[in-house]
């Protein structure tokens, strides 16, 4: 008998995780974590959230890029 595959998570379900694990972890800026969480609920949770890490393709991220690019660009820091 084969081994079952394990299931990948939903991105909604690995978010936490990737919060804690990742982000916190890393002692980012308190305004790096609020921006990163901001676009999580803004743009990825509506695009991508139900869908599972391994659903989320290259051709999947490209069309979305794609549906942001007439959105003005965030502005530059440097000088």
């Known amino acids: 008998m084969r081994p079952r595959k394990a299931v990948a998570p939903t991105l909604a379900e690995f978010w936490p995780e990737f919060v804690?694990?990742?982000?916190?972890?890393?002692?980012?800026?308190?305004?790096?974590?609020?921006?990163?969480?901001?676009?999580?609920?803004?743009?990825?949770?509506p695009a991508f959230g139900s869908l599972r890490l391994d659903a989320i393709t290259d051709e999947k991220v490209q069309t979305f890029k794609g549906q942001l690019a007439d959105r003005c660009p965030k502005p530059s820091t440097t000088s």
């Open 20 to 45: 804690e694990g990742y982000i916190e972890a890393n002692r980012q800026k308190p305004s790096t974590i609020v921006t990163s969480k901001s676009i999580y609920e803004t743009h990825l949770e």
